[in-house]
């Protein structure tokens, strides 16, 4: 398998923290979604850039993910693991027991699926395993846990369909009979993909949304992607950056529903005509060198 940057991917270094490269996914997410972006290619980027976070958002992926590349592996080299892995059982990480059960785009490379096991079970969950039985991770589309349906999966050779409850939390084992290794049973514990809109909080889900500085100032009402759809938001005049607006049931599913939380993120536009230029021209005369002080 040809070894991938996954840092080199976000635009991070490998020093980045948590935040930075969430921060870095969410940009790039939008910018190469499908659904959004006109740009050739855009849906292999939109692809990599979701393998790239699955992998660096996990502590233990990366950590394994980084003790691969501190090898001195670049971008195109053919990665050949060592005699008995990558530090398994020498105080490392081994990289059997990470099971990558999918991304919020899917398509994973062969690169990923090497690292990572995906399509072939792994320890998964932490305690006593019963004999014959496989455990694994699953990871399930917000789109799925919210309406409920079914993933593809491939296991030894077979592709299986996975029924998924609707409102499934992280945690929660699906038991697939005799789907296992030896006949025992396949074990998937589910955990939540990644996803370039929303982040979960229990059954709530949060929603980072630009909005221009005029917007903010004097209000508005602007579509917001949910996970039922778009819906219209009236966002109140003299918003600042960082104000959470509430949509009162339309989280993830459950005896009581959760919310979405609308976290509004104050943009400036980059002027690209005489026009708009002129239109900041006339705020900066509006407003003076004080406004910080208003």
Avoid: C
């Amino acid at each position: 398998m040809q070894f991938k940057d996954y840092y080199q991917t976000l635009g991070v270094e490998a020093s980045a923290g948590e935040a930075e490269i969430k921060t870095a996914y969410r940009r790039l997410a939008r910018k190469y979604h499908p659904d959004v972006s006109k740009e050739a290619g855009a849906e292999d980027k939109f692809k990599a850039v979701n393998e790239a976070y699955e992998a660096l958002r996990d502590p233990d992926k990366r950590a394994a993910y980084d003790q691969l590349r501190a090898r001195g592996y670049r971008p195109g080299d053919e990665v050949q693991p060592p005699p008995g892995g990558f530090g398994g059982g020498h105080g490392g990480v081994d990289f059997e027991e990470i099971f990558a059960g999918g991304g919020a785009a899917g398509g994973f490379s062969d690169f990923f699926e090497g690292l990572f096991g995906r399509g072939r079970p792994g320890a998964g969950p932490r305690g006593p395993m019963p004999r014959g039985d496989t455990r694994a991770k699953l990871a399930v589309a917000l789109e799925t846990v919210h309406d409920g349906g079914s993933v593809r999966i491939t296991v030894n050779g077979k592709t299986l369909d996975v029924r998924v409850p609707k409102g499934i939390r992280p945690g929660q084992v699906i038991r697939l009979a005799k789907q296992g290794s030896g006949q025992g049973d396949l074990l998937l514990e589910i955990e939540y993909a990644a996803h370039p809109n929303f982040e979960v909080e229990g059954r709530n889900v949060i929603h980072v949304l630009p909005i221009a500085p005029w917007e903010a100032a004097l209000g508005a009402t602007v579509s917001v992607p949910t996970l039922a759809g778009p819906v219209e938001l009236k966002v109140p005049p003299n918003s600042e950056a960082g104000r959470k607006l509430r949509l009162r049931g339309r989280g993830l599913p459950g005896t009581t529903p959760g919310d979405q939380i609308v976290e509004l993120e104050v943009l400036a536009p980059r002027p690209h005509t005489g026009a708009q230029a002129q239109a900041y021209e006339g705020l900066r005369e509006a407003f003076g060198s004080d406004w910080r002080r208003a």
